[in-house]
């Protein structure tokens, strides 16, 4: 059983920056691929960016490659995404999710999934 918990979700203009943390329960948390997936209004879930286990491969949705970084610290449990250079359609619902393996992460089935944090970004 994972348990995930997200934070640092808030309001900020555009061309801000937020950093968003997800706190994981369990010993084997150094095993999972970590996602970030996000929600807008009227919209279905889109994947955002994905770390694999050990921190050495990532990978991004073409709309947020170069400005948003999605990092991992086992030691600690957690796995964040710092969002700069802000945009209004970055304004969503921001999950953090885990699943056991990396292969084509950005489709995988992740088997674990927090209650989310809202990112607003204003004009």
């Known amino acids: 059983q994972v348990q995930l918990v997200e934070s640092g979700g808030g309001l900020v203009q555009a061309g801000g920056s937020l950093r968003l943390s997800c706190a994981a329960s369990?010993?084997?948390?150094?095993?999972?691929?970590m996602g970030w997936f996000r929600q807008a209004p009227g919209k279905g879930r889109e994947f955002v960016a994905a770390?694999?286990?050990?921190?050495?491969?990532?990978d991004y949705v073409d709309s947020v490659k170069g400005r948003f970084t999605i990092s991992r610290e086992n030691a600690r449990n957690a796995v964040y995404l710092q969002m700069n250079s802000l945009k209004p359609e970055d304004t969503a619902v921001y999950y953090c999710?885990?699943?056991?393996?990396?292969?084509?992460?950005?489709?995988?089935?992740?088997?674990?999934w927090g209650q989310g944090t809202q990112v607003t970004v204003s004009s």
């Open positions: 999710a885990a699943t056991q393996g990396w292969p084509l992460a950005r489709a995988r089935r992740y088997d674990y």
């Open positions: 369990g010993r084997t948390f150094y095993s999972y691929t």
């Open positions: 770390i694999s286990g050990s921190g050495g491969n990532t």
